[in-house]
């Protein structure tokens, strides 16, 4: 294995090397974001020997989305600023924990780059030990140096220069991408610095596995109940094979889970709540995992379109998302592009004998 004992730290310097138009900023950028990101995999391991599971505060503290915030969504979030704000190299930065945009303190310097982040992405499942992550997106500021306004912020996911996740599971894991593909680095806790155990993944192109929270199925749209009755009719239905559902219910774990060995995530356009088109959000969970995918060969979309060329309108933004193996993605487009136009009938028509007779969602009501 000759990249066995690449550090972060060589990866980040070599990187350097290859673009020599991108100054230091960049990989100091990077390298305090991994000390951030492994002082939040302590905190996530320690978990209750520290106090640190559990409601924050009062245990009804909410967070923007209405969602009720944990203590280490907290810890986490103050980490990610304190590691972050006075390296000189970021602009500003915007949290799923903070409803504004956070200004660097006066004190300190301000950058070129903009830092978005889920400081601890699956959090609601912390109490039960489930792999939780960071998710975090990096934007070029239209004014180095100045205040950004949140104009600056809201740009499509192309515009993003690097994203990435960590992953707090068994082994503690940085999943990155600067548009050249996607590697991954596993921490060495003995050494204190990640290593490269993953050069450039790969997903695979087609696959028999499928995530998705079937209990929202009676607020799917015809095109996603088509999908998962067809994956549901295995050998004996249009896609001539059969099929594993895996769901965490954590975006970071079912990510790393089809980066390794495929497959296809949907949260997708619902009618369960009309405020909301869909769960996941688009600037610091849909964005990122959507560069990584890309990078390593996959494909994802709202269902309608691609989701890095979404505009967005707003600093927490809701958006659907599916994304996966290629072909798996490809065939989804096409049954919303199908459902759109109108087209009548064909074998996977949501109304078909087939659909009733072989899917176990069908909709007894309809
Ligand atoms: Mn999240
Ligand atoms: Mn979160």
Not at 318 to 324: D, L, S, V, Y
């Amino acid at each position: 294995m000759p990249n066995r004992h690449k550090t972060l730290t060589r990866y980040i310097i070599e990187q350097d090397h290859l673009h020599p138009g991108v100054s230091g900023d960049f990989s100091g950028l990077l390298s305090s974001l991994a000390t951030a990101i492994k002082i939040i995999a302590n905190q996530v391991q320690r978990g209750a020997l520290i106090g640190a599971l559990g409601n924050a505060a009062l245990g009804d503290q909410i967070n923007v989305q209405g969602e009720v915030q944990k203590k280490l969504d907290i810890i986490s979030n103050d980490v990610m600023l304190q590691e972050n704000e006075w390296s000189g190299h970021i602009a500003g930065m915007a949290s799923e924990e903070m409803e504004d945009i956070y200004q660097i303190p006066e004190h300190f310097q301000r950058g070129k780059y903009l830092l978005i982040f889920d400081p601890l992405d699956g959090s609601s499942n912390i109490d039960v030990n489930v792999t939780v992550g960071t998710i975090f997106s990096i934007l070029r500021t239209r004014h180095p140096g100045e205040q950004p306004g949140l104009e600056d912020f809201l740009q499509p996911g192309t515009e993003q220069v690097c994203a990435g996740f960590a992953l707090y599971g068994p082994a503690t894991m940085l999943v990155l991408t600067t548009g050249n593909g996607v590697d991954c680095f596993t921490l060495d806790r003995d050494v204190g610095d990640f290593i490269l155990t993953h050069p450039q993944m790969r997903i695979p192109q087609d696959c028999k596995e499928f995530a998705i929270n079937t209990s929202n199925e009676r607020f799917w749209e015809p095109p996603v109940r088509r999908c998962i009755g067809e994956y549901l009719a295995g050998k004996t239905g249009p896609c001539g094979k059969d099929y594993n559902m895996r769901w965490v219910a954590s975006l970071v774990a079912d990510t790393f889970r089809i980066l390794t060995r495929g497959g296809v995530f949907l949260y997708p356009r619902d009618s369960k709540d009309p405020n909301k088109p869909s769960r996941l959000r688009l600037m610091y969970e849909a964005n990122p995992i959507s560069f990584i995918i890309e990078q390593a060969g996959g494909m994802a979309i709202t269902g309608r379109g691609r989701v890095m060329e979404l505009q967005p309108e707003s600093l927490h933004q809701r958006a659907p998302f599916i994304f996966g193996s290629k072909n798996e993605v490809e065939r989804i487009l096409q049954y919303h592009q199908e459902f759109d136009r109108g087209d009548p009938g064909g074998p996977g028509d949501f109304d078909s004998p087939l659909f009733s007779s072989r899917s176990l969602f069908r909709n007894e009501t309809q």
